[in-house]
């Protein structure tokens, strides 16, 4: 019996020594675990650090990219001491230059005498379209870029009187659709007078006809048709420079017109497209 607790004892003893052994043997590898898993974690933190910094710098890096993209295209290039134009108008311009005729092409040779052809081309196609069909009352001369719209007296003033008439609206619509159609465009009406002279209470000569004529087209062009008062030029050519001899009824009344010249400003072009260019760059600031 005595035998039998002994050797039980020392089982027990035994068996204790071997748990505590494994239990310790655990315990040091679960450290050996979390050391590492540790490590782990400060290797990601120090990894995902590193791909921070190498993200920032692909960023900074794409953002540059653009930036000059976008200088470039903004890029001004001076057009023969007039102006200045960027890229991005001078690809607009080729898109409508792919439209002109070949042969008016063919004949610019500098950069402002392909930007002429572009507007050239636009007011032609305005035209057109305002359906401005010429007969002997109305005629339109396009020389270049210089549009030449006469109008016969009685289509926009009664007899010896410079006052428009209820039937002058709807040329001078279709003349302000032109007109508004190009920005950078600067008008020109002028009156003429046939050789006649006249005297009243209100008009002393032809040289005041035609002024007044002019006048009360352009400011019927501000104040009902919107045409910026700005690009508009009001002036009396009386009756020295005649289209025809003032020899009979007929050819005075040819020489009775009012004039409409048409031209671009290109300074005043090229300062409309430093605003664009302006105003995108704020927008992309902003």
Request: charged residues 30%; contains cysteine; aromatic residues 4%.
């Amino acid at each position: 019996m005595k035998k039998i607790s002994v050797l039980l004892a020392l089982t027990m003893i035994t068996f204790s020594c071997v748990s505590k052994k494994k239990y310790l043997a655990l315990e040091h590898e679960n450290g050996e675990i979390k050391s590492e898993l540790q490590k782990t974690r400060v290797a990601k933190e120090d990894l995902e650090a590193k791909f921070e910094k190498i993200q920032k710098r692909v960023d900074d890096y794409n953002n540059k990219i653009a930036s000059l993209k976008q200088e470039n295209d903004s890029k001004l290039d001076l057009v023969e001491n007039v102006g200045v134009i960027s890229n991005d108008t001078k690809t607009k311009m080729r898109e409508t230059l792919k439209h002109v005729d070949a042969d008016k092409l063919s004949q610019a040779k500098t950069l402002k005498d392909s930007m002429n052809l572009a507007i050239a081309y636009n007011l032609e196609k305005t035209i057109s379209e305002s359906n401005m069909n010429e007969d002997e009352d109305f005629a339109v001369n396009i020389n270049e870029t210089v549009v030449m719209i006469s109008i016969a007296d009685n289509m926009l003033f009664n007899t010896a009187s410079y006052r428009l008439s209820s039937k002058a609206d709807t040329i001078l619509q279709k003349l302000a659709d032109v007109i508004n159609s190009e920005p950078s465009l600067d008008v020109m009406v002028e009156g003429h007078t046939d050789s006649r002279t006249i005297n009243t209470a209100n008009i002393a000569d032809n040289w005041d006809l035609s002024v007044l004529r002019a006048t009360s087209v352009v400011r019927k062009l501000q104040e009902k048709y919107n045409v910026a008062p700005e690009k508009m030029i009001a002036a009396g050519r009386s009756s020295y420079q005649p289209l025809v001899e003032n020899s009979s009824r007929e050819n005075m009344a040819k020489n009775r017109r009012t004039r409409i010249i048409i031209l671009p400003n290109i300074d005043k072009f090229f300062a409309l497209m430093a605003e664009d260019n302006a105003v995108a760059e704020n927008t992309i600031l902003d």
